[in-house]
């Protein structure tokens, strides 16, 4: 039930971004496209260098620091959450995951990456540089539901928007079902 609750999720965020997409101007689009390529593709000289993937666990760098920068915007924070919490991989209520062993190479210079691209990207107003990195992010995923932190900062705050879910999407990941998730999963300090 929760794996097919995020891939809805991920699903009607797709089409929830497309929809406004299209509503918008090209220029809007090719400032947004160009947002999103200098995000995901400068970053592979990042990533792309450094990661040697030996196991499932090793591909979740990019999603890891994703999370982290979107981490920043949370108005759900009750406490700071340290850096291995969102490179978290496991059983989501299992007590401790494992983390990429790459990720400590690349963070600072992929959440150098990520900010600056944040910071001097112009013509896009915030709301929306956010939710295309939460798109960003719950997107390059390999395994959302092994992945704790990326459901948490970049699918749940679109299930938690007052607009969700999009029209003719999912009636399985609504803001209930995800509270839920999110009970289950704190209960081993996974959220």
Known sequence: METLLVDEALHATFVKLAEASLRSSAQ?????EKFVSKVTSDAISIVGSEVTLKSVTEAHVW?????EFL????????????????SSICYPRKSRGGSPSSLKDVRELGLHHVADTFRTTRNIPESTKIEYLRLVGA???????RHASAVRY???PFVGDESWP???TTRLAVPPHFKELESRWKRKGNW
Do not use: G, N
């Open 28 to 32: 809007t689009r090719e400032t947004q």
């Open 154 to 156: 970049c699918l749940s």
């Open 63 to 67: 999603c890891s620091i994703v999370s």
């Open 166 to 168: 999009p029209r003719a």
């Open 139 to 145: 997107a390059t995923c390999p395994d959302l539901w």
């Open 71 to 86: 981490s920043r915007f949370s108005e759900d924070s009750d406490s700071p959450p340290t850096p291995r919490s969102f």
